[in-house]
């Protein structure tokens, strides 16, 4: 049978768009996307989405400074990307495809039409050369693959060239051929088309032509529409959309909803009868699986989605997407999963088609009790939005209407429905009704808000409530009654042990059992074993066996025989369980963050999710039902229908990288965005200026542009980590300095990390005069200044000791000369003088001459002590205190070792003359009767004192008076190595001890 035969349109009941409502999302300009117009999308090799197109702001009419850019989109963030900038500048991008290493053609128009090789990790673009400008205009059409090839049309004047563009991104022509008749520019609308045998070539300005490989023409496709002269109502005729199913190029030509088909055996191009959309917006995608959709939007924005297959064309979802009819651009990884929808309003939308595998119903309402009616036909209750029909064959749903008195109303909270004869008893808020199924007549039985609901026997059901009583309600008589006081207790499910002997409550300070004989109610806690309190559920196992739900996440098993509890789950994210369905060794736990099956047999769980096709998380108390290989779990928003055995988790495969880095450049003075992946996969770190120390960055991961629920956390050198919630980009405003390691990783639903952590050492840079090393260079710095200083200062102070040393020494050369003078000369002159006058008998002149010659040896011995050479220091110093003590009226006392052996010549002469100035200081200023001199040897060197018993001084004024006489002394001692030490008080006396060694 021919393909063509088996092309059905299979139009679906209008509830179909209800219960197979679309997550639909839209992305505009508040989300960062700044093209105005979207012609061209295509994801790279990590799954992120890129976008080109124009913007209203550059034009070439318009005079600004804003340049056309790339943006990237990874599910939550828009990069904006610039283009190479040329003059005049790039004001449109119409294509970008991927190759197959993963870089990109991008074809962008100024004036003239470029073609460039783009690398989406480095951003580097590179221009490719396509044909001599001064021939004439040189234009592109969109990059093609025919059997592992890449084929592009260019165009010089009127001749067109198809060429291979090979991996180094060179154009290999392979055949050209000319189109005279007409003026005509290649553009994006440009299609080829490849066969075995010829291609086809066209677009909106020239025929639909048919060539072989050698560029020979064999067929041009109704070129009178092309015709200046042709009538307004005369559409040209060209392709605008081409898709293929199975080995089969269908086509919707322009401006037509008749479907066509390329015959390739008579070359020729047919309508199909059988399929045509009702609205003229009609557009095609295919995904790299071989999926198909066809897209058609109506004048009013309404967009309808249809599958194709050898068998059909489906009419998948129909609804209002669009607040107008606008130009659209299409593109999936995957149609099974999700569509991405590019306009020309300024808008990106993202459509998520429902799993195959889970089906969802009743989007956006509130799940509470699910009850089979017939085969595939159940009857649903909802939280606040009433009660529905659903078949789970045909995907219809419709609203079951309840009527009481003649008037509708929407129940709410029903928390279960129980068959009797041709009715189901429920709830109704704070009422027990009766629902006839056929007709929805109902009667309300008012007493308490109800919790939860369940027979007891054929005439008996029982209800919980919120701080009032566990209550009985009889079916025969109508009537409330009371059976237990639970007025501290909110009782939020019951259930019935199989021999009726006891009812089990769950409630949130523990589990109420009731016993139906004794009318005996107690309530089993912590104490009884029982690990959690919070229960919210609990149903029948076997027997007296039950399975309880805890707000923490446990999974209890309780022996109503025994009283004894045994956990036999425990929740890794202690999310709350609200309905439990068992299948085999399996436990199909709904909880609040997602449905797990528990392995009993071998301790093991999985977890789906939303990613899976789940409508929510979040699962709904009391909705839950298992029938043969069938089961439905309610969620707070919507319903979900699947078969176990069907079911299999969704892994992410994906890796957590950094797409960019804004920081301040202190080049340039300004915050600047770094968005190349190569850079910063080689720089590995941030650096961060002392002038500013604000940061941003972006990171994502790939393969989830989806947004399946993954949230993020990051740390500072392993302190606690801090949530950042779905937030993909992170900023600091003024970061601390000093060196950090920044950790970021990313978490699926149920806490677990995917892929590696994020890790990026920070360096922050102080200003140079508040870093460790400029205060090590200062304090080098001081060191060296201060041990210069010191240098100086000893240095000077030698060269003061020299020369006060050479002053003394002078001194002494001096006073020896002086001595030596008086001696030799005036001595013997006097010493003549006083002869001749003997001889002459002048008394009186021979008296003075001896006084005088007397008073010149005194000198002479003043000046030069002869006593030291010829006697020794030792006995100098003795005689010198010897004369004195004759001299004086003092009286001296000594006490000396012999020191002659431990100085030299001049020391002993500088040692000799301390001595002596210190006996004329005596005498001249004490005023002291007594003088004791001691000078006693040590092992290294000796120790001189002088002590009167004057009338003292100060010492301090002394030194504050600058006294020469104290400074020569200390002088001389510290020419001999040694200490001064000074010691006197007025009217005490005076100490004078040298050290020296």
């Not at 003059?87 to 495809?97: E, K």
């Not at 919980?464 to 006081?485: D, P, Q, S, V």
Request: net charge negative; with cysteine; charged share 25%.
């Amino acid at each position: 049978m021919k393909f063509l035969s088996l092309f059905l349109l299979l139009i679906t009941v209008p509830a179909l768009s209800q219960s197979s409502k679309l997550d639909h999302s839209i992305f505009d300009q508040n989300d960062g996307l700044e093209l105005d117009r979207i012609l061209a999308m295509e994801f790279d090799d990590e799954g992120f989405l890129w976008l080109g197109g124009t913007n209203q702001d550059v034009r070439k009419i318009i005079l600004n400074d804003t340049e056309l850019a790339l943006q990237r989109f990874n599910g939550s963030i828009f990069h904006t990307i610039p283009l190479p900038v040329v003059q005049p500048p790039l004001t449109l991008v119409s294509h970008i495809y991927k190759r197959e290493d993963g870089l990109f053609y991008v074809v962008a128009q100024s004036e003239e039409e470029h073609l460039y090789l783009f690398d989406p990790l480095s951003l580097e673009f590179s221009e490719i050369e396509m044909g001599d400008t001064d021939k004439g205009l040189v234009s592109c059409s969109n990059v093609f693959r025919y059997k592992d090839k890449d084929y592009l049309l260019t165009q010089e004047a009127s001749t067109i060239t198809l060429n291979v563009l090979t991996k180094d991104a060179v154009l290999v022509p392979q055949f050209s051929f000319q189109n005279k008749d007409h003026r005509f520019l290649l553009e994006s609308s440009t299609k080829f088309l490849p066969f075995d045998d010829f291609c086809l070539i066209g677009d909106d300005n020239f025929p639909l032509t048919l060539l072989d490989w050698e560029g020979n023409v064999l067929k041009e496709f109704q070129p009178e529409t092309f015709r200046a002269d042709r009538g307004s109502n005369v559409s040209k005729f060209w392709l605008k959309e081409i898709f293929t199913v199975g080995n089969k190029q269908f086509t919707f030509p322009y401006k037509s909803q008749q479907l066509h088909s390329i015959n390739v055996d008579s070359q020729t191009i047919q309508p199909e009868n059988e399929f045509v959309p009702e609205d003229e917006n009609i557009n095609t995608v295919q995904d790299a699986h071989g999926n198909h959709l066809i897209v058609s939007v109506s004048d009013d924005g309404v967009i309808s989605f249809f599958e194709t297959s050898e068998e059909r064309i489906e009419l998948k979802y129909r609804f209002a997407a669009f607040d107008e009819n606008p130009a659209v651009k299409l593109i999936s990884q995957d149609l099974t999963k999700d569509l991405w929808i590019g306009t020309s309003s300024n808008q990106l939308h993202h459509f998520k088609f429902p799993s195959e595998k889970i089906r969802n119903f009743l989007m956006g309402s509130s799940i509470r009790a699910i009850h089979h009616l017939d085969g595939p036909n159940y009857l649903v209750a909802t939280e606040a939005d009433g009660w529905y029909n659903i078949n789970t064959e045909t995907q219809e749903q419709k609203p079951f209407p309840l009527k009481e008195a003649n008037k509708l109303f929407i129940p709410n909270s029903s928390r279960n429905m129980i068959l009797e004869g041709d009715s189901l008893w429920s709830n109704h808020g704070g009422s027990v009704i009766r629902v006839n199924v056929a007709t929805g007549v109902a009667r309300s039985y008012k007493h308490f808000p109800i919790l939860c609901l369940e027979r007891l026997n054929d005439s008996l059901l029982v209800y919980g409530t919120k701080g009032y009583k566990l209550m009985g309600f009889n079916t025969h008589t109508r009537a409330h009654r009371e059976l237990a006081t639970t007025d501290s207790l909110e009782v939020y499910d019951v259930s019935i042990s199989r021999n009726k002997e006891f009812i089990l409550g769950g409630t949130d300070l523990g589990l109420l059992v009731f016993n139906t004989k004794t009318s005996e109610a107690r309530l089993l806690e912590t104490s009884s074993g029982l690990e959690d309190e919070f229960i919210l559920m609990v149903d029948r196992l076997v027997d007296s066996q039950f399975l309880l739900g805890t707000r923490s996440g446990k999974l209890i098993r309780f022996d109503a025989a025994s009283e004894t509890f045994e956990t036999l789950y425990e929740d890794p994210l202690k999310a709350g369980i609200a309905t439990v369905l068992q299948d085999g060794d399996s436990y199909w736990i709904n909880t609040f963050n997602g449905l797990v099956v528990y392995d009993s047999k071998n301790n093991s769980s999985v977890r789906y999710s939303k990613k899976d096709g789940l409508s929510d998380n979040e699962a709904n108390r009391y909705s839950a039902l298992k029938r043969g290989d069938e089961m439905l779990v309610g969620t707070i928003n919507g319903l979900n229908y699947f078969r176990p055995s069907q079911l299999n988790p969704r892994k992410i495969e994906a890796s957590l990288v950094l797409l960019k880095v804004k920081n301040y450049d202190g080049d340039l003075g300004e915050m600047v965005d770094n968005f190349n992946r190569v850079k910063l996969d080689q720089e590995k770190r941030i650096v961060l200026t002392a002038e500013n120390k604000s940061f941003e960055i972006d990171y994502s991961l790939t393969h989830n542009i989806d947004a399946m629920p993954i949230s993020y956390r990051y740390r500072l050198d392993g302190d606690p980590w801090t949530d950042l919630g779905t937030q993909s980009s992170l900023r600091f405003s003024n970061f601390a300095t000093g060196r950090f390691n920044l950790e970021i990783e990313a978490l699926d639903f149920s806490g677990n990390k995917i892929g590696e952590s994020l890790e990026i050492p920070i360096i922050s840079k102080d200003f140079f005069y508040k870093t460790w090393w400029f205060y090590l260079l200062v304090l080098f710095l001081a060191s060296i200044l201060f041990f210069y200083l010191l240098k100086q200062a000893s240095l000077k102070s030698r060269l003061q000791q020299r020369f006060s040393e050479a002053l003394m020494f002078s001194q002494e050369r001096e006073r020896t000369r002086i001595a030596g003078e008086l001696h030799d000369s005036v001595g013997q002159q006097l010493t003549l003088i006083k002869k001749k006058a003997q001889n002459a008998d002048h008394d009186e002149i021979s008296a003075l001459t001896h006084k005088a010659l007397e008073e010149v040896r005194g000198i002479s011995r003043g000046l030069y002590p002869a006593v030291l050479k010829q006697l020794g220091l030792t006995e100098s110093i003795e005689q010198l205190i010897y004369d004195l003590d004759e001299e004086t009226s003092m009286f001296f006392s000594a006490d000396i070792d012999n020191i002659d052996d431990l100085l030299n010549e001049k020391e002993s002469l500088n040692f000799y003359r301390f001595i002596q100035e210190s006996f004329n200081n005596i005498v001249k200023h004490s005023q002291a009767t007594s003088v004791d001199v001691t000078i006693k040897r040590r092992s290294r060197g000796f120790t001189a004192k002088i002590e009167d018993n004057g009338i003292g001084f100060s010492v301090s004024e002394k030194e504050k008076q600058n006294s020469l006489g104290l400074k020569t002394l200390s002088e001389r001692i510290r020419i001999l190595g040694g200490t001064l030490t000074l010691e006197s008080t007025p009217n005490g006396g005076t100490r004078i001890i040298a050290d020296i060694k």
